[in-house]
């Protein structure tokens, strides 16, 4: 057990069909999962780290590592990479009812995936930096600059590389540190079988990822909506926040000047402040 921003922060397992997952939780109140985005190295923590202490000051805060991430199982084609499933399974075993979802990129694409399969487990949906289900319509060229960085860390993990990821995913070059790429890369290297995993998804014919299915389902979204995005993000265009923030009958969206893809480590207070208010609500 550690203590972050004097929060007593505890971490734990769960096992849920086909995965033993990995969480930290601080605090008590409301539940609020928070969801982490794709690139190698990444971690519940490591995301969150400027929001778990804050946040657990009025709500119960759990930062899950999916499968294929972190200290959790990996993921192969015979488990599945059902990110949805595992999530309500969490939910399940930690006796949590519903929840407010926070996701980042990926993770924000699990919380809207969530809100329109499982409405009665979602009490509040906040995205940062989320595609929108059809996003290739805002990528004409395929891969974004951001993108095609991560992918190629994915492959090659080297410190340099990891500096390259960081430098994209921010606005802020002070924020992409030589200590963080260098941890991001050890944390990826530490767990070859999660990169395994990841880059076997890309060795076949192309597949359209379950997430895309759900376009046309967006607009049957319930639970309030709160849609952050980065004016400067090159990873994932701002235009497919709006997108969402359209299509959702309850929701509104904040769209920070001078951040990239990491609008919760680069605007931390701001983005703290917004979160427990829209969720203390």
Known sequence: MTDTNAVQVAAGFVDVP???????EAGAGHPVVLLHGSGPGATGTTNFAPNIGPLAEKFRVIAVDMPGWGESDTQTEETGRDHVRVLVDLLDKLGIDKAALVGNSMGGTTAVSTAILHPDRVSHLITMGTPAPFQTAFSPGGLTEGLKVLMHAYREPT???MKRLVQVM???QQVATDELAQARSAAALAHPEHLDSWNSQF??????PPYFELAGRVGAIIAPSLIIHGRDDR???????LHLATRIPDSRMV???RCGHWAQIEHA??????VSGFVGQ
């Open 255 to 257: 769209l920070f000047n």
């Open 269 to 274: 207070a701001e983005f703290n402040r917004l």
């Open 235 to 241: 990873v994932v265009h701002y235009e497919n926040s």
């Open 18 to 24: 086909n995965f033993r997952v990995h969480y930290v």
């Open 170 to 172: 921010c606005f802020d």
């Open 203 to 208: 060795d076949g014919p192309p597949r359209i």
């Open 159 to 161: 410190p340099e590389n």
